[in-house]
């Protein structure tokens, strides 16, 4: 029986763990929600008897997968029986893959478009309404009650926006195309049309984990209890998050309310919470508790509770000064015995810090930079060859091992899928086979296409005949080719070549840099977010400002363990000789006793 010592839960924790009602756990920052959402999948895995059932591991990024199934793995708790994954790989795997024919647009065939082609279909439908500066990120969109619903909020664009919406709608249904948010759409409609289908997914999952509910859209919401009520108690889940970092409401992300998820799913929900934090220091929860929207309790639990931190706030730096500002603080972070993987540099957008990023590693040429919006190549997990490239650009050694063994088995279940034989094949073939793969070539997409191909000829797999992978394999370059175009003329030359595509998939050991939302579940020692300034943070566009401005201050705050330094530098405005940005009147409002310097 899987069990743990009393080192490695909390009273909190153990108890949500053991729990045998559906629980909705509200976790503040640092309060184990991983560890915790972890041991509780492992718990129901060493439970689950049948061996054609399994447990089910919603997740709200591929990233969190993997960290997720890396530790039950190394829990020695056999992961066979686990699907995880985000809402939309379940949606594509269970309901569109098996059933898709049931549905009048799905039945004569479908291709998923990835965020490269999305992004160029917009950009040409944008084009006609140039005069309004309307850009394909002006087109973000979700579904409610079948209803899409556009987030641009700027009253001189949403006409223009939802025109454009429709005829990227028409386009989709047209060409029997397929993007993430229809993924969603279909597999509701499927599950409304066909009942039958809830019925079988609860018989096939006795058990379902949610992390991040406060950023899941009422859509997922609907797709997961239509199981649960199908399931009439045999379907138990386990729902986790933290209302306060809900921070895509404006793509129609929300924190469901205890009595809302009892009515939708027609079952009994039981609260639990986990209010320790074992991250910040007492000083540092003290900050940014004071961004709490929602009512939670927070306690400073860490080892270094009492440490002496400096929390700074600059509202008079000049933005012409703030790459030597940032310099300066990144310097006295390490010379003070900071790791350089433990700083972090926050902007709201990455065309925040494009050319920040720049300047810093240029100036600093002893430090390396990591960070998500400089990943050299398309980064689409539904993508085979983004899988196989993960293979690809990592190196056979012990600690690698199980990890590229379960990425080869995902590889070999899409090859199957795509209609490639695939039976004599298994994954540790086809590690034997990529390893024995030597090319001379310091250039990364080269390197990968040559890659690519070696294989499938080791393979003995024509996917220029396989639809679905030919055209996966056309998406993967054209969107790479696309994203190192923009890097280049960012000015960042050393994106292309193959060592820069091999860190994607190493441990980071560099100074982080990121938007807010991209660094939502990680923590560093020292964190130094700059472009706090209303129009930013929150966005112009945003319907929400007030509320959104808090969660991401929240969010900024609660990322910090020892030091954090906060800017709203003046000088910036968002056209040329226009009024410039004010700091953020929710951190602005703020009163707090900060440190100097």
Known sequence: MFAWGPDELNTEQGDAVIAPDNILLMACPGSGKTRT??????????????????????????????????????????????????????????????????????????????????????????????????????????????????????????????????????????????????????????????????????????????????????????????????????????????????????????????????QITGQHFELMELVRNYRSSLRIVDFFSNFRLEASRIEACSSHRAFNSTITYDQNLLRENLQGELIRLIRSSIESGISPHEVCVIAPQWVHLASVTRFLAASLPEFRFDGPGMVPFAKDPLNIWFKVSRIALTSASPGMYVRRMRWAAEVLHDLNSAGAHTEALSPALLLKFSNGIAINETEGLPYLRTFFEELCLKLRIEYRRLAKLASDFEAFFAGSESRIERLLREGAQFMSDVESFRRVFQARNGITVSTIHGVKGAEFDVVIAYGLLEGMVPHFNDPNPLQSATRLLYVIGSRARKHLHLISERGRAPWRNGPEYQPTEVLRDCVFPYDVG
């Open 37 to 262: 959402l972890t041991y509780k999948v492992a718990y129901e895995l060493d439970r689950i008897g049948d061996g054609q059932q399994k447990v089910a591991a919603i997740t709200y990024t591929h990233r969190a997968a993997d960290e997720i199934i890396e530790r039950i793995e190394n829990l020695g708790v056999a992961a066979d029986q686990l699907w995880i994954g985000t809402i939309h790989s379940f949606c594509l795997e269970w309901i569109i893959r098996p059933y898709g024919i049931y549905h009048p647009q799905l039945a004569n065939g479908y291709r998923i478009i990835d965020t490269h082609e999305r992004e160029e279909l917009l950009t040409e439908l944008c084009a006609p309404y140039a005069h309004l500066k309307i850009r394909h990120f002006d087109c973000e969109f979700y579904f409610a009650n079948h209803e899409l619903v556009a987030a641009c909020r700027d009253r001189n664009k949403r006409g223009a926006v939802l025109e454009i919406l429709e005829e990227y709608q028409a386009h989709l249904q047209e060409n029997r195309l397929l993007d993430f948010e229809f993924m969603l759409l279909y597999a509701v409609e499927l599950i409304e049309d066909h009942p039958k289908i809830a019925s079988i997914l609860a018989k096939i999952f006795p058990f379902i984990a949610i992390d991040e509910y406060q950023d899941t859209k009422g859509i997922q919401y609907e797709v997961i209890a239509s199981i649960i009520r199908a399931g009439s108690g045999n379907t138990k889940a386990f729902i986790v998050g933290d209302p306060n970092q809900g921070i895509y409401h404006s793509l129609g992300g929300y924190p469901i309310m205890l009595d809302d998820l009892r």
